[in-house]
């Protein structure tokens, strides 16, 4: 069964930095045939798109990432990593990971790790 498995997630202060992992288990072909990406969901709010990292090589942040967030993909590791800088109050969110494979279509998620940015 394939896993998305996150970690890194912490409170941190205003400013600070933190750095997500997302490891792929079980399954070396879907990490190799996916879209992976980056969402979050803030309490309230609708889950929302961070980065993703396409198979074509293509970034796509969202504004409020762009330019404090860094996406990345170790393919020898089967894993996606987020490093976020000079983070904000509103960045406060649960953060998942996804994979997205891009023949069929078909979307994993793992269960997310908690961001909390305090002031």
């Known amino acids: 069964q394939v896993q998305l498995v996150e970690s890194g997630g912490a409170v941190v202060q205003a400013g600070g930095s933190l750095r997500l992992s997302c490891v792929i288990t079980?399954?070396?072909?879907?990490?190799?045939?996916?879209?992976m990406g980056w969402y979050r969901q803030a309490p309230g709010k609708m889950r929302e798109l961070v980065v993703n990292a396409t198979l074509a090589g293509e970034l796509n942040y969202s504004d409020s990432a762009k330019g404090r967030f860094t996406i990345s993909r170790d393919n020898a590791k089967n894993m996606v990593v987020l490093e976020m800088n000079n983070l904000k109050p509103e960045d406060t969110a649960v953060y998942y990971c996804n994979a997205q494979q891009v023949v069929s279509g078909n979307n994993c998620w793992g269960h997310g790790t908690q961001v909390t940015v305090s002031s």
């Open positions: 079980n399954s070396v072909r879907v990490f190799r045939s996916s879209d």
